[in-house]
């Protein structure tokens, strides 16, 4: 059993991870600043689990907060997830990305080295490879990404880097999601973005309610199967226990896993599925290739397979027929 603090734990992974760190027994904390997030998750995290979170509503970038969380709690390790995350604000407001992704990771690990907690579990991200041929494998030289968001996690990773060398006591684990997916089985925790959805699926289930008329297929035109673009979407439960794998095996160093189910789903194909499993149409349109997209991305997941013993488990169908049953609930 550990003491573990989860910044950004009332968000989209967060929460799961949170639900699943729990249910193994883990004590946890959250720090999160609810710029992108709900209160409410937190009662509904505490009704799944049973189980009372302490939670303090603060920002990563605030030292002093840190300073106070850090010494009112006995914590072993960390899970970091807060950070900015839509790659076209990312474009539209750099500095506020660097600002606050690359704050929140020096603030943090400055005073996990100050109060000598050492193991540290990441969110990275599988944009840090940019455009190279699937499926990615952790050992590639990783390439100029193509937004800033993009380059927050690059950099964050290099500090990691950094700072694990400097210190062998760290014990460290960057992951690189792929498309986290889907929702908790329970229909109560999901993903829900504020405004148009950027992303596939968030997207596609509000089609599935009416709420937005009809897809946008960003080109048809890419060297795929059926010429959409390729994805490895992952269920967020199945990257929730993927957390739990990490820190439940770290070991001193730095190590890097991708965290993906090493299969490509195209976006026609998606659509195919949702619309199988759910019995509902979505009515779509194939308009431009979206600026900075890549034809296809897809893991190698042997690494992560092979030293966390985990594997992803939950099928296209299940994230799909997961993300529906949270979006009609909300
Ligand atoms: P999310 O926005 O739902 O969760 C992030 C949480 O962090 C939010 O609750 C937000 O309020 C909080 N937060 C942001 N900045 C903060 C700060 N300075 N201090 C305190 N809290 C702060 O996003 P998510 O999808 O759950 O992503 C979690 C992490 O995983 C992020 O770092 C994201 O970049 C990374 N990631 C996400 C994806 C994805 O597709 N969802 C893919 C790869 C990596
Ligand atoms: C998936 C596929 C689109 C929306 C992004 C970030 C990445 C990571 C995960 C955080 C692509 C197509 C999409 C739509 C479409 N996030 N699409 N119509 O771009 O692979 O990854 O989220 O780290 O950094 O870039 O995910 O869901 O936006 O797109 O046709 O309305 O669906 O072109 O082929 P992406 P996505």
Redesign the pocket.
Known sequence: MMNILV??G?????SHTVVELINKGHHVII???????NIKTLNIIENLTNKKVPFYQ????DKQALLNIFNNNKIDGVIH?????AVGESVEKPLMYYQ?NLM?TITLTEVCSEYDVKKIVF?????VYGNQTSPMNETMKLLQTTNPYGET?AMSERIFQDIAKADPQFSIVLLR?F??VGAHSSGLLG?NPSGTPN?LVPYMTKVAKGKLDRLFIYGNDYDTVDGTGIRDYIHVVDLAKGHVAAIENLTKGLDIYNLGTGKGTSVLEMIDTFEKVNQIKIPYEIVERRPGDIATCYADVTKAEKELAWQAKLSVGEMLKDAWRYESNI
């Open positions: 910044t950004g009332i968000g989209y992974i967060g720090v999160d600043n609810l710029s992108n997030s603060k920002d990563v970038t997830f807060a950070g900015l995350k606050n929140a969110s990275s991200s599988a944009t996690k999601y498309n986290p993903e992303n």
